[in-house]
């Protein structure tokens, strides 16, 4: 099966970078994706890594490292509206199938 | 569609009833993913369909629950004789493909009293 470990909480200061790790175990192992979601909303997607090294997208990058079942997300210049939880995500197996972590919550402070 | 369209947004039903969830993908996204989510928690892979096809069932947690798809589109996920434990947020997804990512619907609340 697959498993996936991130924090459960996280808080940072407006302005500030913060790093969210993911680390998993998965066999058959295709990418790592980030996910988005605010209270209440749909989760959104971020980020995908299939291949070793950093994507960058904006204020938000995301790393793998596949030798060592690692990734991060990378968020710069915290904005307020940046308080949400984040879900790595896994993509594994003969389909596409994708499992998620049980997410970070992140607290934007002023 | 633009987006990926869950009916109903909301559903309160009694202990031992049908329910019957409806989800309308992005026009042309040949995959299609049903999860769910307590509160609080993580996202929960219920069935993944590949077309009309459903080559992982995996995680349908009881017989309760099945899933179909039809015309590579629109898919209703049923659960029969509904439990208490069954209350969650039901999230539908498509994809076109991975390295974009899943398109989520906002989901079918599902209350079960």
């Known amino acids: 099966g697959q498993s996936l470990e991130q924090p459960s909480e996280v808080t940072a200061v407006e302005g500030a970078i913060v790093q969210i790790n993911c680390t998993y175990q998965?066999?058959?192992?295709?990418?790592l994706s980030w996910y988005q979601q605010h209270d209440g909303g749909a989760p959104t997607f971020l980020s995908y890594?299939?291949?070793?090294g950093l994507e960058e997208t904006g204020r938000f990058s995301s790393f793998l490292s596949r030798s060592d079942s690692y990734g991060y997300l990378l968020l710069q210049e915290l904005q307020m509206k940046d308080s949400a939880s984040y879900f790595c995500?896994?993509?594994?197996?003969?389909?596409?199938?994708?499992?998620f972590g049980t997410g970070t919550k992140l607290q934007v402070i002023p | 569609g633009a987006g990926v369209s869950q009916s109903p947004s909301n559903k309160v039903t009694e202990k031992g009833k049908d329910v019957e969830l409806r989800c309308d993908p992005i026009?042309?996204?040949?995959?299609l993913y049903w999860y769910r989510q307590s509160l609080g928690q993580g996202l929960e892979f219920l069935i993944y369909?590949?077309?009309?096809?459903?080559?992982?069932k995996s995680g349908l947690p009881s017989d309760r629950f099945s899933a179909e798809r039809t015309g590579g589109s629109v898919s209703t996920l049923t659960i029969q004789r509904t439990q208490q434990e069954d209350s969650a947020v039901y999230l539908c997804?498509?994809?076109?493909?991975?390295?974009?990512?899943?398109?989520f619907g906002s989901g079918t609340r599902l209350t079960v009293v």
């Open positions: 997804a498509s994809s076109l493909r991975q390295e974009n990512g899943y398109t």
């Open positions: 998965t066999s058959g192992f295709y990418g």
């Open positions: 890594n299939g291949l070793d």
């Open positions: 995500a896994v993509r594994s197996g003969g389909y596409q199938k994708v499992t």
């Open positions: 026009s042309g996204h040949t995959a």
């Open positions: 369909f590949q077309g009309n096809s459903a080559p992982d």
